[in-house]
């Protein structure tokens, strides 16, 4: 970044020094010029009216009478030449000057080259420059001017010398002050880039650092406004979900190692009691093959909710949508499960709407309903009521699952639907039944198949009479042509 930076302003204070010489150089030259003609047009204007007062003198005496007296400078010298190119009048001699703090500046008619004064004759107004055999840079301009009828030429030189002098003194301030600059640029350039990159480098080592062992570590940030400090604040929030995401594993893997360890446990301690005794009772074998079935069953469902799990979170479950009526599975639901309302007292009331056509995978569904049916019939004491009511409002479906009993504690509320999360775990394993498997993964396996049709679950309210749960899925292309809002849940 800093030879680039380099490069590009290296090549700008080039143009710029180029373009500065070049028009200053024009410019002293334009005023070169100008003065010449200047002097040349007060040089006539003299010479008309010394004429016009002293009509006696010759042209030749009031030449040399003005050259002499009236015209004499540092740097300028000039030369009267006649039709036949003889020197008619010149300037005093250089070496004669006071005060002249430049070099000598001697021009005599011989050292002008015989082209110029072959082509001042011949135009009426004439620039040239020429150098002098001391390698003295001389500008000339020649004029042609008529009196009483003949013609003369007005020369007049001036030295280029201090022009030259304030040029060379501006390339050599061009020649000192572009590579000064250039090495402040380049140094402080560098010093500002790594300055500037030095928090890149410290995230950079930090990020090095940080594996799954450390995933609490986080990016220094310098400055949050800057492009870097919303970098590092941007890495930092991704840290932050993979923590979570981390975090959630090993909670999964602890909590599905402890839910597994259980009913291995019993597996295992029902055949070790059975292998005791070299005989036992026909009854005590069948009591004891009656335990390690159920907690089999139970541990095939709960390995059957992990995978499901897994496959969900990799999303790798296909679903196999097809077109089935709501308010038939529900009806459904309720008859697979009226004997365990019977066995736990409990009355069961169904309201939907007719004709509920619905465009989903109707396995899912069912588990979904069959989870939330399976949680009332956990927590509602007996003699108690589960309501059940299917409606389309707003472009959904709308399914509430009520129950009588306890409210589910406002501080577990936020927490339900959270893998393996019991708000009471004795009492969720009291009533165990063929739905569910006690582990505290309905919920979550409920959410996840709403999301997965593009609808939600969530819980309605909880208080001390009932609880409530509402799931909400829209309408798709295949049911109804209505406009459609966003699940309420």
Same mark, same amino acid.
């Given at each position: 970044?800093?030879?680039?930076?380099?490069?590009?302003?290296?090549? !700008?204070?080039?143009?710029?020094?180029?373009?500065?010489?070049? $028009?200053?150089?024009?410019?002293?030259?334009?005023?070169? %010029?100008?003065?010449?003609?200047?002097?040349?047009?007060?040089?006539?204007?003299?010479?008309?009216?010394?004429?016009?007062?002293?009509?006696?003198?010759?042209?030749?005496?009031?030449?040399?009478?003005?050259? +002499?007296?009236?015209?004499?400078? *540092?740097?300028?010298?000039?030369? !009267?030449?006649?039709?036949?190119?003889?020197?008619?009048?010149?300037?005093?001699?250089?070496?004669?000057?006071?005060?002249?703090?430049?070099?000598?500046?001697?021009?005599?008619?011989?050292?002008?080259?015989?082209?110029?004064?072959?082509?001042?004759?011949?135009?009426?107004?004439?620039?040239?420059?020429?150098?002098?055999?001391?390698?003295?840079?001389?500008?000339?301009?020649?004029?042609?001017?008529?009196?009483?009828?003949?013609?003369?030429?007005?020369?007049?030189?001036?030295?280029?010398?201090?022009?030259?002098?304030?040029?060379?003194?501006?390339?050599?301030?061009?020649? !000192?002050?572009?590579?000064?600059?250039?090495?402040?640029?380049?140094?402080?350039?560098?010093?500002?880039?790594?300055?500037?990159?030095?928090?890149?480098?410290?995230?950079?080592?930090?990020?090095?650092?940080?594996?799954?062992?450390?995933?609490?570590?986080?990016?220094?940030?310098?400055?949050?406004?800057?492009?870097?400090?919303?970098?590092?604040?941007?890495?930092?929030?991704?840290?932050?979900?993979?923590?979570?995401?981390?975090?959630? +594993?090993?909670?999964?893997?602890?909590?599905?190692?402890?839910?597994? @360890?259980?009913?291995?446990?019993?597996?295992?301690?029902?055949?070790?009691?059975?292998?005791?005794?070299?005989?036992?009772?026909?009854?005590?074998?069948?009591?004891?093959?009656?335990?390690? %079935?159920?907690?089999?069953?139970?541990?095939?469902?709960? !390995?059957?909710?992990?995978?499901?799990?897994?496959?969900?979170?990799?999303?790798?479950?296909?679903?196999?949508?097809?077109?089935?009526? $709501?308010?038939?599975?529900?009806?459904?639901?309720?008859?697979?499960?009226?004997?365990?309302?019977?066995?736990?007292?409990?009355?069961?009331?169904?309201?939907?709407?007719?004709?509920?056509?619905?465009?989903? %995978?109707?396995?899912?569904?069912?588990?979904?309903?069959?989870?939330?049916?399976?949680?009332?019939?956990?927590?509602?004491?007996?003699?108690?009521?589960?309501?059940?009511?299917?409606?389309?409002? %707003?472009?959904?479906?709308?399914?509430?699952?009520?129950?009588?009993?306890?409210?589910?504690?406002?501080?577990?509320?936020?927490?339900?639907?959270?893998?393996?999360? @019991?708000?009471?775990?004795? @009492?969720? @394993?009291?009533?165990?039944?063929?739905?569910?498997?006690?582990?505290?993964?309905?919920?979550?396996?409920?959410?996840?198949?709403?999301?997965?049709?593009?609808?939600?679950?969530?819980?309605?309210?909880?208080?001390?009479?009932?609880?409530?749960?509402?799931?909400?899925?829209?309408?798709?292309?295949?049911?109804?042509?209505?406009? *459609?809002?966003?699940?309420?849940?």
């Amino acid at each position: 970044m800093t030879l680039w930076y380099a490069a590009v302003l290296t090549l !700008v204070l080039i143009a710029f020094a180029v373009t500065v010489y070049f $028009l200053l150089a024009q410019t002293i030259s334009r005023l070169t %010029d100008n003065s010449l003609k200047d002097v040349n047009d007060s040089l006539i204007a003299s010479i008309a009216a010394e004429k016009d007062e002293d009509e006696e003198k010759s042209d030749g005496e009031i030449f040399n009478e003005k050259l +002499q007296e009236d015209f004499r400078f *540092r740097d300028l010298a000039f030369i !009267v030449f006649d039709e036949k190119q003889n020197v008619v009048a010149k300037s005093f001699d250089a070496n004669n000057r006071a005060n002249s703090q430049l070099p000598k500046f001697e021009v005599s008619a011989a050292q002008i080259p015989p082209e110029i004064i072959k082509n001042s004759a011949q135009n009426a107004e004439y620039f040239q420059t020429f150098f002098l055999p001391d390698k003295t840079e001389v500008k000339i301009f020649a004029q042609i001017i008529n009196f009483n009828g003949q013609n003369y030429v007005v020369a007049i030189l001036r030295s280029l010398t201090e022009q030259n002098q304030l040029l060379a003194k501006i390339r050599f301030i061009f020649f !000192v002050v572009i590579p000064l600059v250039l090495l402040a640029a380049i140094f402080g350039g560098y010093y500002l880039a790594r300055k500037s990159l030095a928090p890149v480098v410290e995230m950079n080592k930090k990020a090095a650092l940080i594996s799954s062992t450390n995933l609490n570590e986080r990016l220094p940030i310098a400055n949050e406004k800057d492009e870097l400090g919303e970098l590092a604040t941007t890495f930092n929030q991704l840290l932050s979900r993979l923590e979570t995401s981390f975090e959630q +594993q090993r909670r999964f893997m602890a909590d599905a190692s402890h839910e597994l @360890r259980t009913p291995l446990a019993i597996v295992r301690g029902e055949a070790e009691v059975a292998l005791q005794k070299d005989s036992r009772s026909k009854d005590e074998y069948r009591e004891s093959l009656e335990i390690i %079935d159920d907690e089999s069953k139970r541990l095939t469902r709960i !390995v059957e909710d992990l995978f499901t799990l897994a496959r969900a979170d990799a999303g790798q479950y296909p679903l196999q949508k097809t077109d089935f009526y $709501l308010d038939e599975l529900l009806a459904e639901c309720g008859r697979a499960v009226r004997t365990l309302f019977a066995k736990n007292n409990l009355s069961f009331n169904l309201e939907t709407e007719n004709e509920l056509l619905f465009h989903g %995978d109707e396995t899912l569904i069912r588990r979904l309903i069959m989870n939330l049916l399976d949680n009332a019939i956990k927590y509602t004491p007996p003699i108690g009521e589960i309501f059940v009511s299917c409606k389309s409002e %707003d472009g959904n479906y709308e399914i509430k699952v009520f129950n009588t009993g306890e409210a589910i504690p406002p501080e577990a509320q936020t927490h339900i639907f959270e893998r393996f999360y @019991r708000t009471d775990k004795a @009492r969720s @394993r009291q009533k165990e039944n063929e739905i569910g498997t006690g582990a505290g993964l309905g919920l979550s396996i409920g959410r996840w198949i709403a999301k997965a049709h593009d609808g939600c679950l969530e819980l309605l309210f909880s208080n001390n009479l009932q609880t409530a749960f509402i799931i909400s899925l829209p309408f798709t292309s295949k049911t109804k042509y209505i406009f *459609r809002k966003k699940p309420r849940c």
